[in-house]
Nanobody
Framework: QVQLVESGGGLVQAGGSLRLSCAAS????????MGWFRQAPGKEREFVAA????????YYAESVKGRFTISRDNAKNTNFLQMNSLKPEDTGVYYC????????????????WGQGTQVTVPS
C-alpha cells in the first residue's frame, strides 16, 4: 500500500503560480509512477500530468503543456506540480495518484490516490 498526501493548493489570481506537492509513504521502496488529475465542479476527473519513476519521461495534458511542470524527488518520496500562468479553467480539486506499472494517462489504471487539494483561480 502507498499513501499519498497532497498539499499546496489555494486561491490564486489568473496568471499566478502554485506548486503542489504529493508526499508518498508506505510501500515506496518499489518503483512507481505518479500522476496528477483534477476534477472541476460538475465535470469528470481529467488527466493533468504524469512522471516515470526515474523522472526521465513525463506526460502532460494538452491544456497544461508549457504551463505546468511535473517533477519528483525519490529521496523524499515526493512529487511536485509547478503550475504557472494559471487560468480560471484550471480551477478544481487536484489529486495525486500512483501505480506500480508503466506510465499512463488513464486514471483507472492508478492504484493509489490522495484526498485532493483545492485550486481556485477566480475569473
Amino acid at each position: 500500500q502507498v499513501q499519498l498526501v497532497e498539499s499546496g493548493g489555494g486561491l490564486v489570481q489568473a496568471g499566478g503560480s502554485l506548486r503542489l506537492s504529493c508526499a508518498a509513504s508506505g510501500r515506496t521502496s518499489s518503483p512507481y509512477v505518479m500522476g496528477w488529475f483534477r476534477q472541476a465542479p460538475g465535470k469528470e476527473r481529467e488527466f493533468v500530468a504524469a512522471i516515470s519513476w526515474s523522472g526521465a519521461i513525463t506526460y502532460y495534458a494538452e491544456s497544461v503543456k508549457g504551463r505546468f511542470t511535473i517533477s519528483r524527488d525519490n529521496a523524499k518520496n515526493t512529487n511536485f506540480l509547478q503550475m504557472n500562468s494559471l487560468k480560471p479553467e484550471d480551477t478544481g480539486v487536484y489529486y495525486c495518484a500512483a501505480r506500480g506499472g508503466v506510465l499512463t494517462r488513464t486514471g483507472l489504471e492508478y492504484d493509489y490516490w490522495g484526498q485532493g487539494t483545492q485550486v481556485t483561480v477566480p475569473s
